[in-house]
């Protein structure tokens, strides 16, 4: 994979797969989520994270767990580069890339045209042509974090700057200065610091 700043636009078929990607990542990557230890139920997080999964097989659930733990990593590797790198973002990215690569051969991620239906839209899908729903889903998925990282948005992935929280997220700011993976980190921060200046503020009065 080739790392370039050319702005890529995704369009919703891909976005909608990129948000997955991050959804599963999150619900089993992450060791601390929201400032509390995280645990996910091996086989039911793939299906709380990402709804419009179908109805999974223990075995097809085992499958997304696994890539989901992949994506998570990829994306932290990322969000850890674009944070080292923030004044030359290009450059970065060869872990997550490697990594991307690996999984998108264990889920035997290929091209294929499918369509909805005898008289639906063909659609380029990239799956298995065997392997169950979990492996096609991991295959897409992988691929659209591949596409993510492969346009001038990968400098957009984040890992949350909130204490013990390692969610990672898509910044969709106009000037990239989203910090925190969500409102409820934000508030965490913002009540801690405020709780700081008040220790501070008693220390000096007495
Ligand atoms: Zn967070």
Same mark, same amino acid.
């Given at each position: 994979?080739?790392?370039?700043?050319?702005?890529?636009? =995704?369009?919703?078929?891909?976005?909608?797969?990129? +948000?997955?990607?991050?959804? #599963?990542?999150?619900?089993?990557?992450?060791?601390?989520?929201?400032?509390?230890?995280? =645990?996910?139920?091996?086989?039911?997080?793939?299906?709380?994270? &990402?709804?419009?999964?179908?109805?999974?097989?223990?075995?097809?659930?085992?499958?997304?767990?696994?890539?989901?733990?992949?994506?998570?990593?990829? #994306?932290?590797?990322?969000?850890?580069?674009?944070?080292?790198?923030?004044?030359?973002? &290009?450059?970065?990215?060869?872990?997550?890339?490697?990594? #991307?690569?690996?999984?998108?051969?264990?889920?035997?991620?290929?091209?294929?045209? &499918?369509?909805?239906?005898?008289?639906?839209?063909?659609? =380029? +899908?990239?799956?298995?042509?065997?392997?169950?729903?979990?492996?096609?889903?991991?295959?897409?998925?992988?691929?659209?974090?591949?596409?993510? #990282?492969?346009?001038?948005? @990968? &400098?957009?992935?984040?890992? /949350?700057?909130?204490?013990? /929280?390692?969610?990672? @997220? =898509?910044?969709?700011?106009?000037?990239?200065?989203?910090?925190? /993976?969500?409102?409820? /980190?934000?508030?965490?921060?913002?009540?801690?610091? +405020?709780?700081?200046?008040?220790?501070?503020?008693?220390?000096?009065?007495?």
């Amino acid at each position: 994979m080739v790392w370039h700043a050319g702005r890529v636009e =995704l369009d919703q078929h891909w976005l909608s797969y990129v +948000h997955d990607a991050f959804a #599963l990542a999150n619900a089993v990557g992450p060791a601390f989520a929201h400032g509390k230890p995280h =645990l996910s139920s091996p086989g039911e997080a793939a299906a709380v994270a &990402v709804p419009r999964l179908p109805v999974l097989t223990d075995a097809d659930a085992r499958t997304l767990d696994d890539t989901g733990r992949e994506l998570w990593q990829i #994306l932290r590797d990322v969000a850890a580069d674009n944070a080292a790198a923030a004044a030359d973002p &290009v450059g970065g990215g060869a872990a997550a890339a490697e990594r #991307l690569n690996v999984l998108m051969g264990r889920v035997d991620a290929r091209p294929r045209m &499918v369509r909805n239906g005898a008289a639906g839209h063909w659609h =380029l +899908h990239f799956r298995s042509a065997a392997g169950g729903e979990g492996m096609r889903w991991s295959a897409n998925l992988a691929v659209a974090a591949g596409m993510l #990282l492969g346009s001038g948005d @990968f &400098v957009r992935v984040k890992g /949350c700057q909130a204490a013990r /929280c390692e969610r990672v @997220f =898509l910044d969709g700011t106009r000037n990239r200065s989203q910090q925190f /993976c969500s409102t409820r /980190c934000q508030d965490r921060v913002k009540a801690s610091a +405020h709780r700081e200046r008040r220790r501070a503020e008693t220390g000096a009065a007495s």
